[in-house]
């Protein structure tokens, strides 16, 4: 069998030169969307549907799904939630179908089409990703969200943490590979501090949503692995 | 009046996201259009016109001009030169017109369409640049011509080296450029060592031009800055 490879996408407008098709595709926007997936599918979220537009996500309301949206960071008006994992903390949603539309997030899970198998990655899942990767045939995008279709620090770093894990066994041969790579390993040791001059932080900084950030750079809090099935996130079992 | 901002686009694909309308935009594509650029007009050429494909290079070829065209790292049957700094030296081509095409560099160059000012960029000509931004007044893109539309090392690491020289005069808030920067910091002291596991490196690795990569990374070989002027680049005087 031939050694699979891996690729990183730095942003979802370059997403159809990766070619995402027959891949597995994880989609990375750590701060806050797929953070969020993580943490409301490890406290028994039934499942989680992700849509382009706040008018999708208000007809899926109307149905009886629990909302959430988000835009430029900010919880939307007329909506349930808003974009922070600790909503969905103490199992406060167990059961329910929630609808969700995000800045950078659902439009990446949207351009990956055609992937054989989309997953949801964060720092808060990074070991379950990592496993759930090495026991899939296929070859790998880690298509990272961004911010309004341009690279980010946080993702890219993300992206880079997967393939450190992951570069014994797969091969590689992207320059954005190399750049997730270097970025993962000049941040490691205090992620946290890397990024505190990244745009994305300084942008959530002044809405007063530290505690966050910080909560969406900790490492394997959850083995959850988000998985899309039909159109909707599941846990993966 | 205020600071002047800097920004890097990782790729042409991203730049409409960036806004080149009204900035001083460097195009960048080290390996090895503004490269060949520099060494032209440093050897005296009388005028780069850049153009998109090659049917438009032969017919400025019919018109007299010296046609240089590479797709894929490689000269292409039927023109005078292909894509090497070298060509140039030794004022092989002093006071000719030079049409010229390639797979990334020319691109950017197009892309770069509303811009109130396009310059070419390379380690060749580093201090040159620096102190032409220095004496402008717009904000600055640094416009990475990259691979086919996906990012490449040594484009966002020669950013990086601008980024650097200036960012005591200049502000900065893309994680693009806090990105170029990090590329840069690493690969400062060894930048041909730091490439050498580059898709781009590799590839030209198998055409035998390892002499053109190394001389490609080569700082301020020439005091020369080529500038857009009527469509066409010419030497700043």
């Known amino acids: 069998m031939s050694v699979r490879t891996i690729d990183v996408c730095v942003s979802p407008e370059l997403v159809h030169l990766h070619e995402p098709q027959g891949k597995l595709v994880v989609v990375i926007d750590i701060l806050r969307a797929t953070s969020c997936m993580t943490s409301a599918l490890a406290n028994q979220v039934e499942s989680i549907t992700p849509v382009a537009t706040l008018e999708e996500c208000k007809v899926l309301g109307a149905q009886g799904y629990v909302t959430a949206a988000e835009r430029d960071g900010n919880k939307m008006e007329g909506f349930d939630l808003g974009n922070s994992p600790f909503s969905y903390h103490n199992n406060a949603f167990a059961g329910k179908k929630i609808a969700v539309t995000t800045t950078n997030g659902t439009q990446a899970i949207v351009r990956s089409a055609g992937a054989s198998d989309i997953i949801a990655g964060s720092f808060l899942n990074l070991s379950a990703v990592v496993n759930y990767i090495k026991n899939r045939p296929e070859d790998i995008l880690l298509h990272c969200a961004g911010w309004k279709g341009k690279m ?86």
């Open 152 to 237: 980010n620090l946080e993702d890219t770093v993300y992206a880079g943490a997967i393939v450190d894990a992951l570069k014994s066994e797969l091969k590689h041969t992207e320059d954005s590979v190399l750049t997730a790579l270097e970025l993962y390993h000049s941040s490691k040791d205090n992620i946290l501090g890397y990024l505190s001059n990244s745009s994305h932080v300084n942008r959530l900084k002044g809405k007063g949503i530290m505690k966050d950030i910080e909560y969406c750079l900790t490492k394997d809090v959850f083995d959850v692995v988000p998985v899309m099935r039909g159109g909707v996130l599941v846990k993966h079992t």
